[in-house]
């Protein structure tokens, strides 16, 4: 099969279309044969070497796909529902970027009626990681407001729609008047371009100094100390990345005089039955709204295979709204 090699950690010029043998589903696994892969950047980390490979998972980038089933034992496909043939997308942790890939049953789901490949593509990382953080951790109610730091990104798309389907008030941040006006058009209530305001002042602007129930962040280091400000008493914030750096130095009178609950994760080391679960919430709550076009994926760009370099520089330089996808022919 063909796949993405990396010749060695650094730029995009590491970035090669290679050859290897097509991987065997075991047990509890089925064989995708790949249409369209979701490009996220934590296959830009790992590329750079700061996203260490999982015991276990494949070297190949690529954390989602969306494909029909190739192979598996008959047996466990059809007590998940499946069968040879049968369009689908798929969570992983690693092996995406390849003409077939290997994923877990359980963490297959078929492709929304009406959706293209592509599109299915652009669903598993974002939304598992999302209803995760958002819906599981920080436990966002019907009523409540969030603040979406990225929210032109393709997790800030996703949680937009996911916020906002569930009732929230919804404020976001992002890096342009433009992707302001993108994040809106999706349904958030509130925008903020933070290189043109501070995002503190201009929130608690908005909340008429109230600040906000949840912090969905995926910068971290300074911007610690400014969510800390902006959350209401018993806030919680959930970071799900550190592109701001790793440490942080906040006000830890507000954590406890406000009851903050400050806490993160991430999803791929995570294991199957865990993913399992949110697969299935997705299935019963997500999925029938992407059917019935009330949550829609946003795609940015798709690139073929070969363009792969092209797709992750468009992904470093932050110029996307939603997803980037890799096609195969």
């Not at 689908?88 to 970027?97: D, H, K, Q, S």
């Not at 300074?222 to 990345?241: H, N, T």
């Not at 609950?261 to 919430?281: D, H, M, N, Y």
Request: glycine share 10%.
């Amino acid at each position: 099969m063909k796949f993405i090699d990396i010749t060695g950690h650094g730029g995009t010029d590491v970035l090669r279309l290679g050859q290897r043998p097509e991987p065997a589903p075991g047990a509890g696994e089925l064989l995708i044969r790949v249409a369209a892969s979701g490009v996220n950047r934590p296959d830009v980390l790992q590329r750079l070497g700061n996203y260490p490979v999982p015991p276990g998972a494949s070297d190949i980038l690529g954390l989602e796909v969306a494909g029909v089933i190739e192979q598996g034992d008959p047996a466990e496909l059809a007590a998940a529902g499946f069968k040879l043939g049968d369009r689908v997308c798929a969570l992983v942790a690693g092996g995406g970027y390849a003409e077939y890939c290997v994923a877990p049953i359980a963490q297959t789901l078929p492709v929304p009626e009406g959706l293209t490949d592509v599109e299915a593509a652009s669903l598993p990382e974002t939304f598992f990681t999302v209803w995760s953080n958002l819906m599981e951790r920080a436990r966002l109610q019907p009523g409540e407001s969030v603040l979406i730091q990225g929210g032109s990104s393709g997790i800030g798309v996703t949680a937009i729609q996911l916020a906002k389907s569930m009732g929230a008030t919804v404020f976001v941040t992002a890096g342009s008047d433009e992707k302001c006006a993108a994040c809106l058009e999706l349904g958030a209530d509130k925008a903020i371009n933070y290189k043109a305001l501070d995002f503190q002042e201009e929130l608690m602007r908005l909340t008429d100094g109230q600040g906000v129930d949840v912090i969905l962040d995926m910068v971290a280091g300074s911007y610690v100390a400014k969510e800390v400000q902006c959350l209401k008493e018993d806030g919680r914030l959930v970071i799900i990345s550190i592109l701001g750096g790793t440490k942080s130095e906040f006000n830890a009178g507000l954590v406890l005089r406000k009851r903050l609950t400050i806490t993160g994760s991430t999803l791929r080391p995570r294991s199957v039955a865990f993913k399992a679960e949110i697969a299935q919430a997705c299935l019963k709550t997500v999925w029938p709204a992407l059917a019935a076009k009330r949550i829609k994926p946003v795609i940015f760009r798709t690139f073929a295979a070969e363009q792969v370099a092209q797709a992750h520089a468009l992904i470093e330089s932050s110029q996307h709204v939603g997803k980037i996808v890799l096609t195969w022919s």
